[in-house]
């Protein structure tokens, strides 16, 4: 008896793709999409969630980069907004409605936003989506073979067999994709676009996403390379029956299943990875003829589109023709000057390079000094003056107070240990966090530590942490200088 499926819909909230609607203001949907990703990507690697104050700052921040129809549209939803923050209340209040994010309030009345489960999935496969990323097949079946093929001592044959099946599953399935995209791009070079679309789609659409993914099939993840040794060890165990029960209860304590329910999925395992490796000449010509059939059929529309962009040729002397009558007609005895003419290369007189010259001792390398150009003070100091205006333009107070207010995550004091990666890599985003430490907009401070300095990446500093400070005690700065 089948088990009986459930309904992915009967799970998802029934107002999650609300926000996506097409009615009444339409555009903003890819403004909801926008925002979603943004926060997805601030959620993905945080350990502590995120805070209500750091997903306003990151809509504000788009709000603020995004055109004033967005914040018309708002106004039009929402009369009562005033404000980005008031804008970014309010599409948060409706993502949190529509259900792709959930509100978590701790003892301390600080709100922490979430994103559940499904909005993980979801939103991993919209930003792949986003990215157009191209299919990579590289070292899935070879990683495929390693597991099989390993004979070490600490080899683990239930977790080698479920971790082969997984990389095959995918090599299926991103071959089958790959087919029935070859078809789409068929489809789309043979609708009727012109020259320069043509073009585009097989240099930059075609080459680029589909490209690397049939290299990497015929190159180095070509099946040929993995599959007899694949198949021969798992038709061994097949035939092993000490090898099955000591498989079978392995994967019977990593999984809880009963011994027998292991077995008949080692079973079904080995005999899904042999039956797709074996099935696969098929589905691999299959791409190979589809891809020699768009090359074929994309360059074909290319020259056709190019030798008949104005008429066959016959119709182009025809044109040609009448056009000189008509010349002839108006009195006309030369041809007019935007007339192309024959290409024909000008002809030159003899000179003293037309004739065959001896070879020449090239004369010795004389080094020339080099000379450093002298700026004007004036222009110095206004090149000084743009410059530091650049800069501060690009690195603002703002920017730097809600970046480090992002990292808090709640805490009150954070240790330069336990500063994100991403910062300390990035060497001028950690100066400045140092330097706006003693800025009075900001609501951080910097506090040295004693000790050994400390080593970030390829260099030393002294060890300090930040202080989040609050309103009452703003004299922390002064005593947090480094």
Request: with cysteine; glycine share 6%.
């Amino acid at each position: 008896m089948t088990a009986k499926t459930t309904n992915p819909f009967d799970i998802l909230p029934a107002n999650l793709f609300n926000v996506f609607s097409t009615q009444g203001h339409g555009s903003l949907q890819r403004h909801y999409m926008a925002i979603l990703l943004r926060i997805y990507e601030l959620a993905e690697f945080n350990r502590f969630g995120l805070t209500r104050e750091m997903v306003v700052a990151e809509i504000v921040d788009y709000l603020q980069a995004a055109d004033q129809e967005v914040l018309s549209e708002i106004e039009a939803e929402d009369e009562s907004a005033v404000g980005e923050r008031d804008y970014a209340g309010y599409l948060l209040r409706r993502l949190v409605e529509a259900g792709w994010l959930e509100r978590e309030q701790s003892a301390d009345y600080t709100e922490t936003i979430i994103l559940p489960d499904y909005a993980f999935t979801l939103l991993e496969a919209l930003r792949a989506i986003q990215e157009q990323k191209p299919k990579e097949f590289t070292g899935q079946i070879y990683a495929a073979h390693q597991l099989l093929t390993n004979e070490s001592e600490d080899f683990s044959p239930a977790l080698a067999l479920t971790q082969a099946y997984e990389n095959v599953r995918q090599v299926v399935r991103g071959l089958n994709e790959l087919n029935q995209n070859i078809r789409r791009y068929t489809e789309r070079a043979t609708c009727g676009l012109d020259v320069a679309a043509l073009l585009r789609l097989q240099y930059d659409d075609y080459a680029q996403v589909l490209g690397p993914a049939y290299h990497a099939l015929k190159t180095s993840d070509h099946v040929s390379r993995y599959r007899h040794d694949i198949v021969a060890r798992l038709q061994a165990w097949q035939m092993d029956e000490e090898w099955l029960d000591r498989t079978a209860d392995e994967l019977a304590v990593q999984g809880r299943r009963s011994p027998a329910q292991a077995a008949e999925e080692i079973g079904h395992v080995a005999r899904f990875v042999v039956h797709q490796l074996e099935g696969l000449d098929p589905l691999l010509e299959e791409i190979d003829r589809r891809h020699a059939q768009y090359l074929r059929t994309s360059l074909r529309q290319i020259r056709y589109q190019l030798v008949n962009a104005e008429g066959s040729l016959r119709e182009r002397l025809v044109a040609l023709g009448r056009g000189l009558a008509a010349l002839l007609g108006d009195g006309e005895r030369w041809l007019p000057d935007e007339m192309p003419t024959l290409q024909a290369q000008p002809l030159r007189q003899p000179d003293a390079n037309s004739f065959y010259t001896l070879p020449q001792r090239q004369a010795p390398l004389m080094s020339q000094p080099v000379l450093t150009p002298i700026i004007d003070p004036a222009d110095e100091a206004s090149l000084r003056e743009l410059t530091l205006r650049e800069i501060g333009l690009a690195i603002t107070p703002d920017k730097v107070n809600r970046y480090v207010k992002a990292m808090f995550n709640g805490h009150r004091v954070l240790h330069v240990s336990d500063l994100p990666a991403g910062l300390l890599d990035d060497l001028p985003w950690l100066i400045y966090t140092i330097a706006y430490g003693n800025h009075p907009d900001v609501d951080y401070g910097v506090e040295p530590l004693p000790g050994d300095p400390v080593v970030v990446g390829s260099y030393r500093i002294m060890p300090f942490q930040l202080v989040k400070l609050s309103a009452v005690a703003p004299d922390i700065k002064a005593a947090g200088k480094l």
